[in-house]
């Protein structure tokens, strides 16, 4: 469980790095201030860093002293991690290609089935639709945001 967290907490990181540097790609608004709607999305994406930092370290900090033959014995999965790094690649390629809900469904899909397996496919798919249309409901209809 705590090499899923660390896992989990590299992969958030990145995510967040690679969602921040995104948004500073996003158009600038012709009235007002051009550079107001970045400032949410660019704060989201600092804070998932920031979130997955704090897991990485916990997990690190848990973990002991198993866990550090473990990594002697290279029983890490690199697997998962340069398959949670690609798919984060991925998703901000096709993020403004795609748009928001679409990339983020199958961004979601892909990286829970990497995570948790076949075997919890009902949860995968539960979290990856709940939360795309939860965070496209907020931003558009409660904060007026378009997504792209």
Known sequence: MKQKD?????????????????????????VGNPMGPIYFPFAFGILTAIIGLIIFLQAIRKTSE???????KGKL????????????????LLFSRLGFVPSTLIF????????????KWILNLSISVLYTF????????????SLP
């Open 6 to 30: 660390k896992w989990l907490g590299i992969t958030v990181l990145v995510f967040g790095i690679i969602y921040t540097v995104v948004t500073l790609n996003l158009p600038r608004a012709p």
């Open 66 to 72: 198993q866990a550090e033959i473990e990594l002697k």
């Open 108 to 119: 979601l899909i892909v990286f829970l089935f990497i995570l948790n397996g076949v075997k």
């Open 77 to 92: 999965n690199y697997k998962q991690l340069l398959l949670g790094i690609g798919i984060s690649l991925i998703y901000a």
């Open 134 to 145: 939860g965070v496209w409901y907020l931003f558009e209809k409660v904060f007026l945001i």
